[in-house]
């Protein structure tokens, strides 16, 4: 591509204005920083999610090994899904929110500075109590579905569905506060000119995942209040014997799992939708169609739920029901994958590794995607529920889906967050090992699943065909685990050796790319006025028309050269850094935490945690609250 | 002409307070509110489908609406929930709403010149906001009666199905007033040390919003609850 040889040269130091520094990281209100915190934290969580994950491969690579007795192998499986989904999936993807939406939609900040950073740094204090559970012997080891009543008292009596329940409540309230604030930045603070149906792709699908976070995760807090009153108060919402209903935890959690699949493959479906057009040379195919499946494709989340369930008996209108409006979801899914391939066709494709993955995530998604189709039908699914098969269906989705296009979108983003560009070679070696890896890892699942295999066993017999499947698996994980392993040091070591790559390396369309690399603390010296969707496109045909500056910036978009000039500097009013929000969530994680020696039967220690906990909480919230954002001006 | 404007245009924004104007033309709190609103409604919406689905399942009594006689009780249990109690407690809620709707137009208000009692009366925004945090406390204490007097019946949380359901639906209520009632008392506060004018009615909107949806949630479990046998 011509633009990074003929573009002028940057240097990444020039346009960093800020400070560094501890301090400076644990007061940062700005969302680029936030963003930048939530990359690293997750990036750890997905570290260690993997190595749980090699744990399990390793103990079930031959039959009857011990790599892991029976009560281990329980906490690493609940362990290895509650760290994927809750501490690296949804915050990878909350990374890529805190960057990306306010510098898409060219705005200076979030709407709301401090609740962003309260969200980071309840997600930090979250993930570190749920894991604080490994260091007590008492990780949790219910699935990461925690199916009540398994999960009650009865039959749970240890700390480990504690520290679970509690940790599933703080992190949800990070989802919350995150998902008030991106919904009001996206309604509320656009650019002149860009409309709803100009907003990047990215942008409109992290819009639709914020509409699933806040409508679903109030469900699983009720769940989990239930639960967690029945463990601590005595109450019976999951005593069967008092009349409960066996399956009211499993409506109340899927009514929020089945979103949660949404929000766990829609930010990634942006990225794509991203990086496709870029790479294509061509602007995305159907980009109205594209919206409006986003948001069918939410809509319709919510009423599949209980496809999850057949296997319980809900009888012919039930099934028939959910089976119907499962087969429908397909629908709009479908049609991403046709967008996506006609935004390709005839364009001028370019090969770079975050291409590599995002059409990666095309291919191996529509795979999770058609045996998804598959569990649709319940005489189907009763055959393949909790066997392997469905292990195969959703890694397919989440590490196929997700995970490929949250990598496409670290090599995409990569040079905008860091002002260098990563290395293509060892780029191309992550890609491919991770392609090779992951199939092998998940697709011989179909087979042992089908033979019969069934999920959370820590070990099987010799001689029922599962041997070899298992083999290969564990085999490709380790592949996986060598990718990965070269991914960060590819991203370790670009971080200061990498290409200097300037505003628009890939001469992407966006507005994120008209600023410097990295943008400084005030992404836009000048607010842009955006008059389509490719505002950056737009401008280079007249760019190469060598029409004046003043022409290029009347057909939309501005470039801004990096000037190392401060907001103060600009006369542009940032936020004050403020340490609030992380006592506020250090308090609030706190007082959760004081519910664990409920369980210890130590009341005056509960409840004086409890009450310190939401004192300090209280007087932290008064403060932030009463504080100005800004100095006056 | 496009040129100059980059650098005008900052000055512009600094001098007309440093921020563009929101897309909406609405502030980043009402929208935000709204949201929360909208997920809030999914929480109740939650506890109430629960309530819903456990009614008529409890093994043992007290019930809502059924007298428990033995043997399926050890002693005969009254039907549990006092309806003209709860009515009158349902209305001063209700009118503490109307306080709250006095107390923002207060707000909004305060400017203009008042010259008659009831012009001072209406626009004495401290009386509203007290008057609704104290009809919010009044409907408080008629909960706490009506929890106390259940437990005196032999209704706990831990009874069964109906006690767990009804105390943690009615309980989540109760804690969303009381949250309800310190953000109003944190308005009073505000309001007797520097007084609260019309720029201020927005934050007084947003604790308004809140209050008047706790409200509504209050009806929809009082018809459910209550008045739906």
């Not at chain 1, 590819?490 to 790559?501: I, K, L, M, Q």
């Not at chain 1, 890939?506 to 008209?514: D, F, I, R």
């Not at chain 2, 709190?29 to 689905?53: D, N, Q, R």
């Not at chain 2, 059924?66 to 109690?85: D, G, H, S, Y």
Request: aromatic fraction near 14%.
């Amino acid at each position: 591509m011509a633009t990074t040889a003929t573009a002028p040269v940057y240097t990444p130091v020039e346009s960093y204005v800020g400070e560094s520094g501890l301090w400076s990281w644990l007061t940062t209100v700005d969302h680029k920083r936030i963003g930048t915190l939530y990359l690293f934290t997750s990036l750890f969580f997905f570290i260690v999610g993997g190595l749980e994950a090699g744990l399990i491969r390793w103990q079930l690579a031959g039959p009857n090994k011990h790599v892991l007795s029976a009560e281990a192998y329980n906490q690493m499986f609940t362990m290895h899904g509650t760290t994927m989904i809750f501490l690296a999936i949804m915050p990878l993807s909350a990374a890529f929110f805190n960057y990306l939406i306010p510098l898409q939609i060219g705005a200076r900040d979030v709407a709301f500075p401090r609740l962003n950073a309260f969200s980071y740094w309840v997600y930090l204090f979250g993930a570190i109590f749920m894991n604080a559970s490994w260091f007590v012997g008492a990780a949790p080891n219910g699935g990461w579905f925690g199916y009540a009543p398994l999960t009650t008292m009865q039959f749970s009596p240890g700390l480990n569905i504690d520290f679970w329940v509690l940790g599933l409540q703080i992190l949800g309230i990070s989802s919350l506060a995150a998902a008030f604030n991106f919904i009001t930045t996206i309604v509320n603070m656009r650019a002149p000119g860009m409309n709803l149906m100009r907003m990047p792709m990215f942008t409109w699908n992290a819009f639709v995942v914020q509409f699933l976070l806040i409508l679903a995760f109030p469900v699983i807090t009720i769940a989990l209040v239930f639960l967690q009153f029945d463990r601590f108060f005595g109450t019976q919402f999951y005593e069967i014997a008092a009349g409960a209903d066996p399956l009211l935890w499993q409506h109340l959690f899927w009514v929020f799992g089945h979103p949660e699949v949404y929000i766990l493959i829609l930010p990634a479906f942006g990225l794509t939708s991203e990086i496709i057009p870029a790479f294509s040379r061509k602007p995305i195919f159907g980009y109205p169609v594209m919206v409006y499946a986003t948001m069918l494709i939410a809509f319709l989340g919510f009423g599949v739920w209980a496809h999850h369930m057949f296997a319980v008996g809900m009888g012919a209108i039930g099934d028939t029901v959910f089976g119907v409006t499962t087969l429908l979801i397909a629908i709009p899914t479908g049609v991403k994958i046709f967008n996506w391939i006609f935004t390709m066709w005839g364009g001028s494709i370019q090969f770079s590794t975050a291409m590599k993955f995002a059409i990666g995530l095309v291919g191996l998604f529509t795979i999770g995607g058609i045996s998804g189709v598959m569990h649709a039908s319940p005489p189907a699914d009763l055959q393949q529920t909790d066997t392997y098969f469905i292990v195969a269906h959703f890694h397919y989705v989440l590490f196929g889906g997700s995970m490929m296009g949250i990598f496409g979108g670290l090599y995409f983003y990569y040079p905008k967050i860091t002002g260098r560009l990563l290395s293509e070679k060892l780029g191309s070696w992550h890609f491919w090992l991770t392609f090779i890896g992951m199939n092998l890892t998940f697709f011989p699942m179909h087979y042992s699943g089908l033979l019969g295999m069934p999920r959370r066993i820590y070990t099987y017999e010799a001689g029922q065909g599962w041997e070899t499947f298992n083999l290969i698996s564990s085999i490709g994980t380790a592949i996986l685990m060598v990718g990965t392993l070269i991914f960060l040091i590819n991203f370790w070591r670009s971080f200061r050796t990498g290409a200097v790559a300037g505003n628009n390396p890939w001469g992407a369309g966006t507005l994120e790319w008209s600023i410097p690399s990295p943008p400084p603390e005030y992404n836009f010296a000048r607010i842009p006025r955006v008059t389509s969707r490719y505002p950056m496109w737009d401008m280079r045909s007249h760019e190469h028309a060598e029409l004046s500056h003043a022409q290029a910036e009347e057909s939309g978009a501005h470039i801004e050269v990096a000037t190392g000039r401060s907001a103060r500097d600009l006369g542009i009013p940032m936020p004050n850094q403020t340490i609030k929000p992380l006592i506020c969530a250090g308090a609030m994680v706190i007082m959760f935490s004081g519910l664990l020696f409920i369980h210890e039967n130590n009341m005056p220690l509960a409840l004086s945690v409890i009450l310190g906990g939401a004192l300090l909480m209280t007087l932290s919230l008064y403060a932030w609250v009463l504080t100005p954002l800004e100095d006056a001006h | 002409m496009a040129h100059a404007a980059t650098i005008d245009s900052t000055h512009d924004e600094h001098a007309h307070g440093g921020h563009p104007p929101t897309s909406t033309g609405l502030d980043h709190k009402k929208i935000a509110i709204w949201a929360f609103i909208g997920s809030e409604c999914m929480l109740f919406a939650s506890l109430i489908s629960t309530y819903l689905i456990y009614k008529g399942r409890s093994r043992v009594g007290p019930y809502p609406h059924e007298a428990c006689l033995p043997p399926v009780c050890a002693t005969a249990l009254k039907p549990i929930l006092n309806i003209p109690v709860t009515s009158a407690s349902t209305f001063v809620l209700l009118m503490s709403s109307l306080a709250m709707v006095l107390a923002l137009a207060a707000v909004e208000t305060k400017d203009q010149p008042k010259h008659t009692f009831g012009e001072r009366l209406l626009g004495n925004s401290k009386l509203w906001l007290f008057m609704t945090a104290l009809l919010g406390t009044t409907f408080l204490g008629f909960q706490a009666f009506e929890f106390t007097s259940f437990v005196h019946e032999g209704l706990t949380i831990r009874t069964n199905l109906f006690g767990s359901s009804f105390f943690t639906l009615t309980g989540f209520h109760g804690a969303h007033v009381t949250a309800g009632v310190l953000w109003l008392l944190t308005l009073l506060a505000i309001d007797a040390r520097r007084g609260l004018g019309p720029k201020d009615a927005l934050n007084v909107d947003l604790a308004a919003l809140y209050w008047h949806f706790v409200d509504v949630v209050w009806i929809a479990i009082f018809t459910l609850v209550y008045l739906i046998k």
